[in-house]
């Protein structure tokens, strides 16, 4: 299988998929950052059979403190959210979501993190399925219980390689910033108390791995994408909390590149006033 098939899935593939009945958890992780929150959007209509996950009560541990704004669940968390969720034993799990692959991203990233081996974003997401002209149920599925184990606890020690905030600092790897342009530069922080990025980051917005309808850059554009940065070598990636970040990680994982995700990313840097900060262009 090529790598690209390993982390997305098209929509004619999954559609074939459900009508032919096969062994299938599908994910809803609807998630924005003006709309956290996507119970109310999922019930109204969502792929047939797909479950709600929150991206804020199910795929983050508030709990955790010094973490960034959305710290991981611990695998066992993890493991019970995915029973409720259906999710069995060698059963393939797709994740959507309706902005910008972030939730299905945050989704796919954990839940490979966590030792699931068959986890694919549905490219295009919810928009392409729909442009499709394929049918959303309504209302909320009540899947029967599933049966999966997580094997890794600390997720941070995962299957999907991470950064500490002193790693990300060493400058061992070239360190991406998925943020916008603005937000990298300093000129406004909506969010976190401190603007600016980490000292020698290069800044790769999440949103440019991403063609006009939402479906992953091809493997050739991508490359492209990444000479005319000048990226190459071993890749760290971070954003503001650890979620817009995995969109890139799952791009570059779609050309057969690994890329280390810092999880607690700008979030968990700024929040220690002893740590260097940088403004302005890279």
Not at 54 to 62: A, P, R
Not at 108 to 136: N, Q
Not at 236 to 261: D, P
């Amino acid at each position: 299988m090529e790598a690209r098939d390993r982390v997305l899935i098209a929509v004619t593939e999954l559609a074939a998929l459900i009508a032919a009945g096969e062994p299938l958890t599908v994910l809803d992780v609807r998630w924005r950052l003006d709309e956290p929150d996507g119970r109310a959007a999922y019930g109204r209509g969502h792929l047939p059979g797909a479950v709600y996950v929150s991206l804020e009560e199910e795929l983050s541990d508030h709990a955790v403190t010094g973490r960034g704004r959305h710290p991981l669940p611990s695998g066992r968390d993890l493991e019970a959210a995915a029973r409720r969720w259906g999710v069995r034993h060698d059963d393939a799990v797709v994740v959507y979501d309706d902005w910008n692959r972030a939730g299905s991203a945050r989704a796919w990233w954990v839940l490979t993190a966590a030792g699931l081996a068959d986890v694919r974003i549905l490219d295009g997401g919810l928009a392409a399925w729909r442009s499709a002209g394929h049918p959303l149920d309504g209302g909320h599925v009540a899947p029967r219980a599933g049966n999966v184990t997580v094997p890794h606890d600390d997720l941070h020690s995962g299957r999907q390689p991470t950064l500490t905030a002193e790693q990300s600092g060493l400058g061992g790897v070239t360190l991406l910033d998925a943020r916008a342009p603005e937000r990298f530069r300093g000129d406004v922080e909506p969010l976190d108390p401190v603007a600016g990025h980490i000292p020698g980051a290069k800044n790769l917005p999440s949103g440019d791995v991403l063609s006009a309808d939402g479906t992953f850059l091809g493997d050739e554009a991508l490359r492209r994408l990444l000479s005319d940065r000048g990226i190459d070598g071993e890749v760290g990636v971070y954003c503001g909390s650890g979620i817009t970040a995995t969109i890139t990680i799952a791009a570059l994982a779609a050309t057969g590149r690994r890329a280390a995700l810092y999880p607690g990313s700008w979030s968990e840097w700024s929040s220690d006033p002893t740590r260097a900060v940088s403004h302005g262009p890279e």
